[in-house]
Nanobody
Framework: QVQLVQSGGGLVQAGGSLRLSCAAS????????MAWYRQAPGKQRELVAG???????NYGDSVKGRFTISRDNSKNTVDLQMSSLKAEDTAVYYC??????????WGQGTQVTVSS
């Protein structure tokens, strides 16, 4: 049974920083890409940042230069360091893990609220 457990998040003032973490466990299949998505009220879920197993990263345009994604392959964890937060970053953030054969799993979601 694959589990993605997220931690971090919360309430922060605009301009502040937060760190999200996600730990994947329970799979015997190779873990490939990991990513963070977010969904604000009334909006579609969007990609925030992704990282491959060999460390290649990609970011959504709205977070480039402010957010940094990283992972620890030995622990199957992925982190999202968020800096210079804006009110528009307020959303529920989800961790996503993609395994071999395209199997994907999602974390439980973590609320991030940025007050202006």
């Amino acid at each position: 049974q694959v589990q993605l457990v997220q931690s971090g998040g919360g309430l922060v003032q605009a301009g502040g920083s937060l760190r999200l973490s996600c730990a994947a466990s329970g799979s015997r299949v190779t873990l490939n890409a990991m990513a963070w998505y977010r969904q604000a009220p009334g909006k579609q879920r969007e990609l925030v940042a992704g990282i491959t197993s060999d460390g290649k990263t990609n970011y959504g345009d709205s977070v480039k230069g402010r957010f940094t994604i990283s992972r620890d392959n030995s622990k199957n964890t992925v982190d999202l360091q968020m800096s210079s937060l804006k009110a528009e970053d307020t959303a529920v953030y989800y961790c996503k893990a993609t395994y071999s054969w395209g199997l994907t799993y999602w974390g439980q979601g973590t609320q991030v609220t940025v007050s202006s």
